[in-house]
């Protein structure tokens, strides 16, 4: 007998049948006598439409007013699935954040988890309820409502993981698990049966979709056990667990890409203290993230100065620093959005020298010209022209032994 | 400068365009100075899907898990108006039930508010905003999201304007004010520009679809001045009132009626203490509700018993009645579901004798026979056969000189 929290995201309760075999999960590890809290988003397309009636009354919908509607989605979901799991002969107690008391700061549509009470929710368990919590929501301290932000709901689910102690934390999402790469690109890619929480966050942040980066975050500090299962099939999925357990002991577990990545260079920068703020501090004003930064030493008291944007924001970047590359009296700003970052993830790697000339190797035997390098403890990241992606990953996925046997 | 609370309903608010045009009612209404706390229930249309949902999922929703998913709806409407208000910029602020704190009891789908907190209220209003508030809804003392029942916006409007003591509460519907009787029967009908709360009260119970009878009451016992005026015109509406200010001084307000009736009688009863509850008790087991009720005093030591029911609960009365007729040793069963009760209503007739004379008069001469007649202080119901609703609401409508001028 074990407590368990199970995450189900918009596509998972999108229709009422659906919401049906969610019930039906939770029926099934019920008589298997497990404990369940269950946390729920919005049936999918439901966040949209209300979206969109906000920006009919309102060119920019006010930030509270906007929780309060979009708020209204896991209600309806968590409401419906209790109704389900009655009907199944379960009994079922259903929540919003408020009502659990998600206790969060006040910056509403991206409010941070601050404190969970959680005597309703062991009181429920005790007398054998199914709990079903409203994910993505809190209130603040004055009892306004607020919201996580996007994918919030997992965070959701792992703060509420962490605050009762549970066995494990079932993120149940379209994809039945973590896999070594993208299938879509590399069919031989492998399902990974446990990966570690620096690897999964690194595979996040690198563009793998799987998860919310924040509540990878959010289980590592807590040190909660992360499953991501499939909604719509059977299987284990992927543990993602810390290494001092039995992970695999691969050198390498993954490889992530981003397709979503430009650069912009800017040379002959006169080699003064303050010059990375100088470059970077235009861009940050305006709320442009930039992802990796290599600056170069030159040889004639000036340097080079790389950095990636989102695609997106190129063309915005690139008037900020011309105007910069200006005032600096820097020789010229150069710029390319047609490159793809592609990385290796491995918590092996650091213990194992000559990784990175693998890597290096590898993508040299096939004519990749590498354009950029960036490293972590745990990954190696090389910006690419976008032409060579598939190839670049499908041989470092040969190469690293990935593939599944 | 006055304090108002406006209550929209469904169809008021039943469309994008229609939450405009209300939050510019609003909007009129502080640039006359006036505090504003607005009521809303759901947009018209979205209980009815829920409901819809909720019977996929159980057969017979579970009470409290109905009132979590129906309470999404007035959040919906709340919050979409606020962003209305927002945008012609005015400061406004939502509350949900449970927000504001409108304490009721645990009845879910049918709570009754036991206290309101108003010092958010208050605390809005001094700082010159606007409030609005979900309808409908409240929380219990443990937390739980409660539903006031159908209607049940209109009661949240009146309680609101008791705790804050409103100078008015208005109540905007899809008609102008409350009829001399109902247009579509009688187009000479008159919108009375005032009428008591009893008189309200008679008129809203015998069939006056305009407010819901709790509300009214709840007005009455508060001392709230209520309102009733269209969303979708101007004017002044029927103000709902206290005998003792200012009434137009007729004797009849308003002539009420309801198709919805049919009769029973039993004959031939033994004439023994206990026979009442012995006949409408079975009745009343099966939640049948009885209106009318007579008792024939007979000369041959039995009596006839009359009673009347809503038309649809009309065959099942009459199986138990049937029933009881055997084990009573009665005589018969006979019933007619083609009847209309017609009622006169108005505080005028306490202190006037003749308005039954006029009434039975009126009707003998246009050949329309009595079936049935109950009275109260403030009004005399008759029941007749349903062929002549029209004929006789028109001609009691003239007989006491209700036409509009």
Redesign the interface.
């Known amino acids: 007998m074990a407590l368990f929290v199970y995450k189900f995201g918009g596509t998972s309760v999108g229709t009422?049948e659906r919401?049906?075999s969610v019930a039906e999960k939770i029926s099934l590890a019920r008589k298997n006598g497990d404990d369940i809290v269950v946390v729920v988003s919005a049936m999918s397309g439901e966040t949209n439409r209300?979206t969109a009636?906000?920006k009919?009354?309102?060119?920019q919908?006010?930030d509270?007013?906007?929780d309060?509607?979009l708020?209204?989605g896991e209600?309806?979901s968590?409401?419906?699935?209790?109704?389900?799991l009655?009907?199944m002969g379960h009994d079922a107690?259903?929540y919003?954040g408020?009502?659990v008391r998600i206790l969060t700061d006040s910056s509403h549509t991206k409010a941070r988890i601050q404190e969970i009470d959680d005597h309703r929710l062991r009181d429920d368990l005790d007398a054998g309820k199914v709990v079903v919590v409203a994910g993505f929501q809190g209130v603040d301290e004055h009892?306004?409502?607020t919201t996580l932000g996007r994918g919030g709901s997992d965070t959701t689910a792992v703060a509420l993981a962490a605050a009762l102690n549970a066995d494990e934390c079932h993120i149940y999402t379209d994809v039945d698990g973590v896999y070594t790469t993208d299938p879509r690109v590399e069919p031989r890619a492998r399902r990974l049966e446990k990966i570690t929480f620096e690897e999964m966050l690194e595979m996040a942040s690198l563009g793998s979709k799987v998860l919310q980066i924040r509540s990878v975050e959010f289980a590592g500090k807590y040190n909660v056990a992360l499953r991501v299962l499939s909604s719509f099939s059977e299987g284990q999925g992927t543990l993602i667990t810390y290494e001092d357990s039995a992970v695999e002991k691969a050198l390498i577990s993954g490889i992530a890409f981003n397709r979503d990545e430009a650069k912009l260079t800017i040379t002959g920068v006169p080699d003064l203290p303050g010059v990375a703020s100088k470059i970077l501090g235009p861009i940050a004003d305006q709320n442009i993230e930039v992802d990796m930064i290599i600056q170069n030493i030159a040889d004639d008291d000036t340097t080079d100065f790389t950095f990636t944007v989102h695609r997106n924001d190129y063309q915005r970047a690139k008037v900020l620093l011309d105007q910069v590359c200006g005032e600096m009296d820097a020789k010229q700003v150069t710029g390319d959005d047609a490159i793809v970052k592609v990385s290796i993830v491995g918590v092996g790697m650091r213990s194992h020298a000559g990784i990175a000339s693998t890597m290096f190797k590898t993508l040299a035997e096939e004519g990749i010209n590498i354009r950029m390098i960036s490293t972590s403890e745990i990954k190696i990241s090389v910006v690419v022209d976008e032409k060579y992606l598939e190839l670049a990953v499908r041989s470092l996925h040969k190469a690293f032994d990935l593939e599944s046997k």
């Open positions: 009422v919401i049906k209300l009636m906000a009919e009354m309102q060119a919908p006010t509270r007013e906007m309060v509607l708020s209204t209600q309806v968590m409401s419906l699935l209790c109704m389900a009655h009907e107690c259903s919003t408020g009502q009892g306004n409502i």
